[in-house]
């Protein structure tokens, strides 16, 4: 048994004090900046309505929809959300949410603090899982560049289920850990058990993890401990399969790079190898921060991740879980874009969970090493993650609070929305619905999505209104509505274009 297999009362002020660390890295101005397009639609699945903007009618006059209302009012039971997963994710961060805002109220901030709850959790996970692996030092510092990682403050800021995935992981991982250091027991075995299970529940990228995480576990377990072990995978996947497959197949078509809100993942075909091998040698690097300027050249350093673990294993096998942890995850995802010609490794929420092995791989291939030398290693990579810092709390896409504050003191009830969108991004019209309605109380005028040019009903009313505010990706809105005229429009980045047109 290792001397650090108890925790210790400094390393508990350790785990403490990276927890505060953590917390206030995520907690400033949480709810300064409106949702974004998939933010709204998590809460909106979380209201147990499933995807609603995606079924409003076209073409037709229509009261701003409801697609918020939950919390201690909720009219929707929350165990419609089981039945009403209409997007390409398993329900148990949607239910956990719901459960979550009944307690602390629906809004920006409680939302998106349960994110935040999960990175916490994670980071103390983490370090107990380093610390038996590895040694409190590299514990210590891979927990530093978890909380100072970019991405992973820009997630724990954000009402998705990326942070509580690796939560998830971690646990699972705890647990199998303890379990080949101190010995199984119920508590354990019954703890990793879960851990899996809320893997799977969570986000189907966290299979990469667990296949990675079994095969540890066949390597480092021998005998009955071995059988225990897997036989708690196992047990895992049996209850995930028979309560949520049939779900997860009605799903299959979503998950298909032809349906309308997915395909924005397929890559350009003339260039999709030499990107998706350019993705992957800078992603470890970009799991610390998004590389810009000259520090581009530090993210293809971060590729010999790939390799040196590998040819120190035979010396070092306590590097074995997160090599193991790091390809599964990576590998997973590489093996869907160069199948499917897609760039999934383009977004790093994607490959979010091979976070915490890059974070104790950094320090642990340097920490033989003389030690000035063993400590410069992650000294740079957390100042790298410093340097880009700031850019964790901006967005490419302009605030919606902005727009909508604009719009809710120049609207009147007498006055019009339209929400036009054609092609492959038809689907963005309910979607920009969505996000806006969050933000417009009350709602003064009513609002019509079109994907061709308005028939009588919505022409009537546009031309009868003072004002017709018209939401669009690339169309121009005159040409839907015969009889109307620009008066005045204006460009967002990440909202499109909104008109204001008159007769």
Known sequence: MNDFSKPNQSSLLICLLLILITAALRIPSLSLRGYSLDEAWTAEIAAGRGSVHLHLPKNTVLPMPEFFSFGTNADVPWWRIWTKMECTHPPLYFLGLRFWTDITGAGDTPERSFSILASLISVALLYDVARLCNGRSIALWACILFALAQPQIQYARETRNYTWLIACALLAADALVRIEKL????????????????????????????????????????????????????????????????????????????????????????????????????????????????????????????????????????????ILWMLGVIGVIAMLDFSRDTHHLGLIRYTLLAGPAVYVLIPALVSRLRPWLRHSVPVIAAFYCLRALPYAYRSAVTDPKIIAAELQSASQSQDLMLFISTGKNEWWAGGQCMVFSRYLHPPKCPVALLSAPAGAEVTTRALASPHVFAFTVNENPTYFVHGLFTQTTAKFPGQGRVWVLQK
């Open 183 to 322: 010995g199984p027991s119920r508590r354990r075995l019954a703890a990793l058990m879960i851990g899996v299970l809320a893997t799977l529940l969570t986000h189907y990228f966290g299979i990469g993890m667990l296949i990675g995480l079994g095969l540890y576990a066949v390597c480092r377990t021998r005998g009955r401990v071995r059988v225990q072990v897997l036989g708690m995978f196992v047990l895992a996947i049996l209850i995930f399969a028979i309560c949520w497959g049939p779900f997860m197949w009605q799903q299959r078509g979503l998950a298909s790079t032809s349906d309308q809100s997915t395909n924005f993942l397929l890559d350009k075909p003339d260039s999709h190898l030499r990107w998706t091998f350019y993705r992957l040698a800078v992603l470890p690097g970009v799991l610390l921060a998004e590389p810009r300027g000259p520090v581009l050249y530090i993210c293809y350093a971060g590729a010999a991740l790939y390799i040196l673990p590998l040819i120190a294993l035979r010396r070092r096998p306590d590097l074995l879980i997160w």
